[in-house]
């Protein structure tokens, strides 16, 4: 499955269009994406943001670039000494410690790790060298202590949020101070306050303000110029219209070539976040849903689109993903018996390829173009998932019955070989959207049981014993009781499957209002 590198499309905030992507070094992409302030467990609005590019790196690496990931961790803030003094704890430990917790978050939703993972704390010395150089280009003022960015000194502030200077305020956390030549400057340096951490400066301890740290890392891992600088829409302003302001300060050339956002993470319609209280945390989804769905769920909207958070949405991701492993993994127990004999023989008779079937061929090239005019139409993952991916996993589960029904040798190669090719089409269409886990078939599945058994409040015993009373009422052909069981299990998430004489469980999305048990009456 291969890409085209000409016609990849992104959506540039900047031009407010969508515009072919040509990077400034050909075959080589240098991409800045603003994380966490850490200061508390990262939430869904977190993962979505991180989720997205992700699948933004694995896509240009799919296209065969060379990418230079950067993904910073802002660990000296307003918010975070905040909360070190509420807790009693050092604020570069407490920051240290949700870095951590969000490394391990990541892990969970299979995000690879950026090529630099840059930390505030680790580039002081960068941050007060770009500040000395907005300074001495008359860009920057210092009073008291404080360094302010003089906004009205840019005649482009504004170009990127479309915000007019005259209609500009402080930022989110930009204090007013009586201090600034105009309400909108910004801190680049902030002096020391008692019981504060800080750092020696040309204009006294201190330590920088929000917007100077990103124009430094960028900078130093990337130059001033380099293709795509990402984060939250909500980023837009203050925060990269400063970055902007701070970098072509500095540097006359400074350059991006597209600006990326990915949308809000709603509950009930309304933003989530830290500040509203009405988040999650990433840890709290994961700990009652696989990873996977979560990663499911993140990209099943455009990533520039609102995504709404509902537990069913996310109970459809789930049983989503269960059913994409599922279905691979019964085509892998079909083909292991042939595996090393008979796809080799298909393969190197006579040093021809052995032909898929027309139907295998034309599933597999619908997979690949519907894949592929999604992708490079700025990354349109949703429905991705549907459509033609849907049709190769029914191809699939439809020539897994074919192939247990008695053919001749030359048709059941055939079928093996068609089988294998569409296998690995769909496995690679996973791996580039980050769903392909590295665990095998069966340990993810166990894994989602082992979710679903927990959401359900129960253990398999409990599953197992109500499969018995069921079978036992059947064989005594009382079917009411037999049903109201299986109702009963459905609304927990829990779907029983009779597969002749034997019935198995899986998790399912829970359905209707929850029945009491026949026992229970």
Known sequence: ??????????????????EIFKPKVPGKVGMYVCGVTAYALSHLGHARAAVNFDVLYRYLQHLGYEVTYVRNFTDVDDKIINRANEVGEDPLSLSNRFCQEYLKDM?????????????????MEHIKDLITQIINKDYAYAVDGDVFFAVEKFPNYGQLSGQRLEHNRAGERVAVDSRKRNP????????AKPGEPSWDSPWGPGRPGWHI???AMSAHYLTFNFDIHGGGIDLIFPHHENEIAQSCAACQESSVSYWMHNGHVTNNNEKMSKSLGNFFTISEITERYHPLALRHFLISAHYRSPLNYTVSQLEGSSDA??????TLQDCEDALSPFQEGSLKEGTEKNDRTVKITPAAQECISKLHNEFE???CDDLNTAQLLTGAFQDALKLINSSLNLLKKKQQRQQQLLMI???????KEVQELLNILGLLSSDMYSEVLQQFKVKALKRAGLVED????????RTLARKNKDFAKSDQIRAYLTTKGIALMDLGKETIWRPCAPAGEQPSLPNEQ
């Open 213 to 215: 740290e990103c124009s």
């Open 373 to 375: 005019t999604k992708m």
């Open 1 to 18: 499955m291969a890409g085209s590198k000409e016609e990849f499309m992104v959506y540039n905030s900047m031009s407010r269009q969508k």
């Open 107 to 123: 892990g969970d939703l299979q995000c690879l790790i950026p090529t630099h993972q840059p930390r505030v704390s680790d580039h």
């Open 184 to 191: 909108a400057d910004f801190a680049l340096w902030k002096s």
């Open 417 to 423: 070989q068609s089988l294998a090719e569409i296998k």
């Open 462 to 469: 409990d599953v197992l014993d109500q499969i018995k009373e």
């Open 321 to 326: 993903v269960y059913y994409i492993y599922q």
